[in-house]
T-cell receptor
Framework: AQSVAQPEDQVNVAEGNPLTVKCTYS??????LFWYVQYPNRGLQFLLK??????LVKGSYGFEAEFNKSQTSFHLKKPSALVSDSALYFC??????????????FGKGTKLSVIP | NAGVTQTPKFRILKIGQSMTLQCAQD?????MYWYRQDPGMGLKLIYY???????DKGEVPNGYNVSRSTTEDFPLRLELAAPSQTSVYFC???????????????FGSGTRLTVV
Protein backbone atom coordinates (compact mmCIF):
# COMPACT_ATOMS: atom_id res chain seq x y z
CA ALA A 1 0.00 0.00 0.00
CA GLN A 2 1.13 3.52 -0.74
CA SER A 3 1.94 5.86 2.11
CA VAL A 4 3.43 9.21 2.95
CA ALA A 5 5.22 10.12 6.17
CA GLN A 6 5.85 13.61 7.46
CA PRO A 7 8.00 12.97 10.52
CA GLU A 8 7.65 16.43 12.05
CA ASP A 9 4.33 17.67 13.40
CA GLN A 10 5.75 21.18 13.69
CA VAL A 11 8.74 23.09 12.33
CA ASN A 12 9.83 26.44 13.73
CA VAL A 13 12.20 28.68 11.83
CA ALA A 14 13.32 32.28 12.16
CA GLU A 15 12.34 34.72 9.44
CA GLY A 16 15.07 34.94 6.81
CA ASN A 17 16.51 31.52 7.60
CA PRO A 18 16.22 28.56 5.22
CA LEU A 19 13.44 26.10 5.90
CA THR A 20 12.96 22.40 5.23
CA VAL A 21 9.80 20.36 5.67
CA LYS A 22 10.46 16.65 5.41
CA CYS A 23 8.51 13.98 3.52
CA THR A 24 9.20 10.34 2.78
CA TYR A 25 7.04 8.06 0.68
CA SER A 26 6.35 4.46 -0.18
CA UNK A 27 4.73 3.59 -3.50
CA UNK A 28 4.82 0.89 -6.14
CA UNK A 29 6.27 2.03 -9.42
CA UNK A 30 7.30 5.55 -10.31
CA UNK A 31 6.22 8.10 -7.71
CA UNK A 32 4.17 11.16 -8.52
CA LEU A 33 4.67 13.53 -5.59
CA PHE A 34 3.01 16.76 -4.53
CA TRP A 35 3.16 19.48 -1.92
CA TYR A 36 0.11 21.44 -0.81
CA VAL A 37 -0.24 24.33 1.64
CA GLN A 38 -3.23 25.13 3.84
CA TYR A 39 -3.74 28.52 5.44
CA PRO A 40 -6.12 28.81 8.42
CA ASN A 41 -9.76 28.18 7.55
CA ARG A 42 -8.92 27.61 3.90
CA GLY A 43 -8.74 24.69 1.52
CA LEU A 44 -5.49 23.16 0.31
CA GLN A 45 -3.55 24.96 -2.38
CA PHE A 46 -1.18 23.29 -4.82
CA LEU A 47 2.49 24.28 -4.41
CA LEU A 48 4.48 21.99 -6.67
CA LYS A 49 4.77 18.51 -8.09
CA UNK A 50 7.31 15.97 -9.26
CA UNK A 51 6.30 13.73 -12.14
CA UNK A 52 9.55 13.10 -13.96
CA UNK A 53 12.72 14.92 -14.99
CA UNK A 54 14.93 17.12 -12.82
CA UNK A 55 15.12 16.10 -9.19
CA LEU A 56 14.84 19.73 -8.06
CA VAL A 57 11.34 21.03 -8.64
CA LYS A 58 10.42 24.70 -8.33
CA GLY A 59 6.95 25.80 -7.34
CA SER A 60 4.86 28.70 -6.10
CA TYR A 61 5.93 31.39 -3.59
CA GLY A 62 9.65 30.57 -3.92
CA PHE A 63 9.32 26.99 -2.68
CA GLU A 64 11.21 24.09 -4.16
CA ALA A 65 11.43 20.39 -3.44
CA GLU A 66 14.15 17.82 -3.97
CA PHE A 67 13.24 14.33 -5.12
CA ASN A 68 15.64 11.67 -3.87
CA LYS A 69 14.82 8.23 -5.19
CA SER A 70 17.38 6.32 -3.14
CA GLN A 71 16.13 7.84 0.10
CA THR A 72 12.47 7.86 -1.05
CA SER A 73 12.21 11.46 0.06
CA PHE A 74 10.64 14.63 -1.30
CA HIS A 75 11.60 17.42 1.12
CA LEU A 76 10.15 20.90 0.71
CA LYS A 77 12.62 23.78 0.93
CA LYS A 78 12.83 27.54 0.77
CA PRO A 79 16.05 29.58 0.98
CA SER A 80 14.63 32.41 3.09
CA ALA A 81 11.47 31.99 5.17
CA LEU A 82 8.79 34.66 5.45
CA VAL A 83 6.30 35.11 8.29
CA SER A 84 3.58 34.71 5.66
CA ASP A 85 4.84 31.17 4.97
CA SER A 86 3.40 30.07 8.32
CA ALA A 87 0.81 27.43 7.45
CA LEU A 88 0.10 23.71 7.37
CA TYR A 89 1.98 21.79 4.68
CA PHE A 90 0.93 18.45 3.22
CA CYS A 91 2.96 16.03 1.16
CA UNK A 92 1.04 13.65 -1.11
CA UNK A 93 1.73 10.73 -3.44
CA UNK A 94 -0.40 9.56 -6.33
CA UNK A 95 -1.61 6.07 -5.67
CA UNK A 96 -3.37 3.49 -7.81
CA UNK A 97 -6.80 2.70 -6.37
CA UNK A 98 -7.86 0.01 -8.80
CA UNK A 99 -9.99 -0.14 -11.96
CA UNK A 100 -7.70 2.32 -13.71
CA UNK A 101 -8.26 4.99 -11.12
CA UNK A 102 -5.70 7.01 -9.21
CA UNK A 103 -5.97 9.22 -6.16
CA UNK A 104 -3.70 11.19 -3.89
CA UNK A 105 -2.67 9.84 -0.49
CA PHE A 106 -1.75 12.62 1.95
CA GLY A 107 0.63 12.80 4.85
CA LYS A 108 -0.58 14.03 8.23
CA GLY A 109 0.72 17.51 7.66
CA THR A 110 3.48 19.67 9.17
CA LYS A 111 2.74 22.98 10.82
CA LEU A 112 5.33 25.56 9.84
CA SER A 113 5.77 28.56 12.10
CA VAL A 114 8.07 31.36 10.95
CA ILE A 115 9.15 33.53 13.85
CA PRO A 116 9.70 37.25 13.20
CA ASN B 1 -13.73 32.60 -10.28
CA ALA B 2 -13.47 29.06 -11.56
CA GLY B 3 -12.99 26.39 -8.97
CA VAL B 4 -14.69 24.15 -6.44
CA THR B 5 -17.57 25.53 -4.39
CA GLN B 6 -18.71 23.93 -1.15
CA THR B 7 -21.81 24.75 0.84
CA PRO B 8 -22.51 25.26 3.67
CA LYS B 9 -19.31 26.57 5.29
CA PHE B 10 -20.43 25.69 8.79
CA ARG B 11 -23.10 23.42 10.23
CA ILE B 12 -24.10 22.05 13.60
CA LEU B 13 -26.09 18.83 13.60
CA LYS B 14 -27.72 16.88 16.36
CA ILE B 15 -26.99 13.18 16.75
CA GLY B 16 -29.20 11.18 14.42
CA GLN B 17 -29.94 14.03 12.01
CA SER B 18 -29.00 13.87 8.36
CA MET B 19 -27.67 16.42 5.92
CA THR B 20 -26.11 16.83 2.50
CA LEU B 21 -22.86 18.65 1.88
CA GLN B 22 -22.86 20.23 -1.53
CA CYS B 23 -19.91 20.39 -3.90
CA ALA B 24 -19.83 21.88 -7.39
CA GLN B 25 -16.98 22.48 -9.83
CA ASP B 26 -16.96 24.45 -13.07
CA UNK B 27 -13.71 23.18 -14.58
CA UNK B 28 -15.27 20.20 -16.35
CA UNK B 29 -13.17 17.82 -14.28
CA UNK B 30 -14.17 14.19 -14.44
CA UNK B 31 -12.57 13.23 -11.14
CA MET B 32 -14.04 14.42 -7.85
CA TYR B 33 -13.26 13.52 -4.24
CA TRP B 34 -14.47 13.94 -0.69
CA TYR B 35 -11.97 14.10 2.16
CA ARG B 36 -12.33 14.66 5.85
CA GLN B 37 -9.63 16.41 7.86
CA ASP B 38 -9.16 15.76 11.55
CA PRO B 39 -6.44 17.42 13.67
CA GLY B 40 -3.14 15.58 13.43
CA MET B 41 -4.61 12.98 11.09
CA GLY B 42 -4.19 14.61 7.71
CA LEU B 43 -6.81 14.02 5.03
CA LYS B 44 -8.72 10.78 4.73
CA LEU B 45 -10.53 9.91 1.51
CA ILE B 46 -14.23 9.19 2.00
CA TYR B 47 -15.50 8.67 -1.55
CA TYR B 48 -14.41 9.52 -5.04
CA UNK B 49 -15.88 9.59 -8.52
CA UNK B 50 -14.25 9.21 -11.92
CA UNK B 51 -17.22 10.52 -13.84
CA UNK B 52 -20.98 11.00 -13.84
CA UNK B 53 -22.69 7.86 -12.59
CA UNK B 54 -19.49 6.31 -11.24
CA UNK B 55 -18.52 6.43 -7.59
CA ASP B 56 -16.35 4.32 -5.32
CA LYS B 57 -15.40 4.07 -1.67
CA GLY B 58 -12.27 5.54 -0.23
CA GLU B 59 -10.54 4.83 3.05
CA VAL B 60 -13.33 5.91 5.46
CA PRO B 61 -16.74 5.55 3.73
CA ASN B 62 -18.84 4.28 6.64
CA GLY B 63 -21.70 6.60 7.55
CA TYR B 64 -21.60 8.46 4.24
CA ASN B 65 -23.13 8.19 0.79
CA VAL B 66 -22.50 9.98 -2.48
CA SER B 67 -24.06 10.37 -5.89
CA ARG B 68 -22.79 11.83 -9.15
CA SER B 69 -25.60 12.60 -11.55
CA THR B 70 -23.72 15.36 -13.39
CA THR B 71 -20.08 16.20 -14.08
CA GLU B 72 -20.38 19.39 -12.03
CA ASP B 73 -21.92 18.16 -8.78
CA PHE B 74 -20.78 15.62 -6.19
CA PRO B 75 -22.89 15.84 -3.00
CA LEU B 76 -21.97 13.97 0.19
CA ARG B 77 -24.81 12.64 2.32
CA LEU B 78 -24.58 11.98 6.04
CA GLU B 79 -27.27 9.70 7.41
CA LEU B 80 -27.77 9.38 11.16
CA ALA B 81 -25.03 11.83 12.16
CA ALA B 82 -22.68 10.74 14.94
CA PRO B 83 -20.15 12.71 17.04
CA SER B 84 -17.35 10.82 15.26
CA GLN B 85 -18.35 12.66 12.09
CA THR B 86 -17.38 16.00 13.57
CA SER B 87 -14.71 17.15 11.15
CA VAL B 88 -13.82 19.50 8.34
CA TYR B 89 -14.89 18.16 4.97
CA PHE B 90 -13.14 19.04 1.74
CA CYS B 91 -14.27 18.41 -1.78
CA UNK B 92 -11.70 18.36 -4.60
CA UNK B 93 -11.60 17.80 -8.33
CA UNK B 94 -8.94 16.92 -10.87
CA UNK B 95 -8.34 16.01 -14.46
CA UNK B 96 -7.78 12.33 -15.16
CA UNK B 97 -4.18 11.12 -14.84
CA UNK B 98 -2.40 11.02 -18.15
CA UNK B 99 -4.15 14.03 -19.66
CA UNK B 100 -1.15 16.25 -19.05
CA UNK B 101 -3.12 18.53 -16.79
CA UNK B 102 -0.68 18.16 -13.95
CA UNK B 103 -2.43 15.60 -11.79
CA UNK B 104 -3.00 18.18 -9.10
CA UNK B 105 -6.23 18.66 -7.22
CA UNK B 106 -8.31 21.82 -6.84
CA PHE B 107 -9.86 22.00 -3.38
CA GLY B 108 -12.94 23.74 -2.10
CA SER B 109 -12.74 25.91 1.02
CA GLY B 110 -14.31 23.24 3.23
CA THR B 111 -17.35 22.61 5.42
CA ARG B 112 -16.85 22.59 9.17
CA LEU B 113 -19.35 20.16 10.68
CA THR B 114 -20.04 19.67 14.38
CA VAL B 115 -22.29 16.86 15.60
CA VAL B 116 -23.61 17.33 19.14
Amino acid sequence: AQSVAQPEDQVNVAEGNPLTVKCTYSVSGNPYLFWYVQYPNRGLQFLLKYITGDNLVKGSYGFEAEFNKSQTSFHLKKPSALVSDSALYFCAVRAYSGAGSYQLTFGKGTKLSVIP
Amino acid sequence: NAGVTQTPKFRILKIGQSMTLQCAQDMNHNYMYWYRQDPGMGLKLIYYSVGAGITDKGEVPNGYNVSRSTTEDFPLRLELAAPSQTSVYFCASSEPPGTGGGYGYTFGSGTRLTVV
